[in-house]
């Protein structure tokens, strides 16, 4: 009976040793089937340049000045919106106001001569009539009459001319938009071509100055993600590479949906897509932080699972971190709460 006993004891330490080695990879497996589990693997992962990026417009109006004079009024500040044709300034050229004086002395020398004009035609046209005065008087006062006319319509015209001139002191808005710049205060005198102000014209779009280095890796619909400040970022593609360098920088635009207006000309931090490259990125789930060190729960060899330190970095995609050291491919991972005990903060 002894024996009978040693016998079922040593088969029963084997099965339950047995079941001891199997524990760990159903529960890996049951992880993994849930979820739970991740293992690591080298992926393409999009490399991300950071480059410096200002909210812009497609195009920029400038308010400029029409005629000579002073800037008498200018009713909007940077960041004011303002609408096509809105009067927003006014320019005074005081010799238009002496010319306007003598041309309406002139218009009227021109109106009174035309009625002494016409008065003796009126008078010679009666004497005509009663035989007194030949055709030819006739024709010569009426000629004299119709003289006058063209010189009053020639001292109106002039008039006419001087008052437009003067409407054109009056400073509107080219398009509709936001005020970048105010280059000219009021009071200030101004010449014909003078830049009074500076509006935003057409569609927002986030301008970007790219090392020509990158001119091969952007292409027109590169991602772009923008950093707003407030911890939100926003996403949006290349629209637009100029063609051109300046200073070893290459402009393009990005359409980024979300940029808000009231940034204009702000500069903000942007990361462009400039090709791809192998890392191994994560779920960022599986990662922890505590005490300023990044950790993620490591399944070791024999089963059990061990805290194992690892450096971590932002990887440009939602949801997925970086891990730069600590981890290699093939392992396995688990995620904090699916770990014996979970991993506390």
Not at 18 to 47: F, H, I, L, S
Not at 117 to 132: I, K, S
Not at 191 to 204: C, F, K, N
Request: charged residues 20%.
């Amino acid at each position: 009976m002894r024996i009978v006993h040693l016998v079922m004891t040593a088969v029963l330490a084997l099965g339950l040793s047995a079941c001891a080695d199997d524990a760990p990879q159903e529960a890996a497996v049951k992880e993994a089937a849930t979820g739970r589990a991740y293992v690591v693997r080298q992926v393409e992962a999009v490399r991300w340049t950071p480059v410096a990026a200002e909210v812009s417009t497609v195009d920029e109006a400038q308010v400029t000045a029409r005629i000579p004079g002073i800037l008498t009024s200018l009713a909007v500040g940077e960041g004011d919106y303002v609408r096509r044709g809105e009067l927003i300034g006014r320019i005074v050229d005081s010799q238009l106001g002496y010319q306007s004086g003598a041309l309406g002395e002139q218009a009227a020398a021109a109106q009174a001569q035309a009625s002494r004009a016409q008065a003796e035609l009126e008078r010679v046209r009666f004497l005509y009539d009663n035989d007194v005065y030949p055709l030819a008087r006739l024709e010569a006062a009426q000629a004299a009459a119709r003289a006058a006319q063209a010189q009053v319509r020639a001292a109106q015209a002039q008039q006419g001319a001087l008052e437009a001139v003067a409407r054109q002191g009056a400073v509107t808005a080219p398009s509709s938009g936001r005020v970048l710049r105010t280059d000219v205060p009021a009071g200030s005198p101004v010449a014909p071509g003078t830049v009074i102000a500076t509006i935003t014209s057409g569609p927002l779009v986030l301008r970007l100055d790219l090392p020509e280095s990158l001119v091969g890796d952007v292409t027109t619909g590169s991602a772009v993600v923008v950093e707003t400040g407030t911890g939100e970022e926003l996403r949006g593609r290349i629209a637009r590479i100029y063609p051109a360098v300046s200073g070893g920088q290459v402009r393009a635009d990005a359409q980024v949906p979300g940029l808000d207006d009231a940034l204009m000309g702000r500069r903000v931090t942007a990361r462009v897509q400039s090709g791809s490259r192998q890392a191994l990125l994560v779920p960022e789930e599986f990662v922890t932080t505590r005490f300023g060190i990044d950790y993620v729960v490591l399944r070791a060899e024999d089963g059990g699972t061990v805290q194992q330190p690892v450096q971590a970095a932002p990887s440009g995609e939602n949801g997925r971190v970086e891990i730069l050291s600590g981890l290699s491919q093939g392992d396995t991972i688990l995620a904090a709460a699916s770990a014996p005990g979970g991993a506390a903060e």
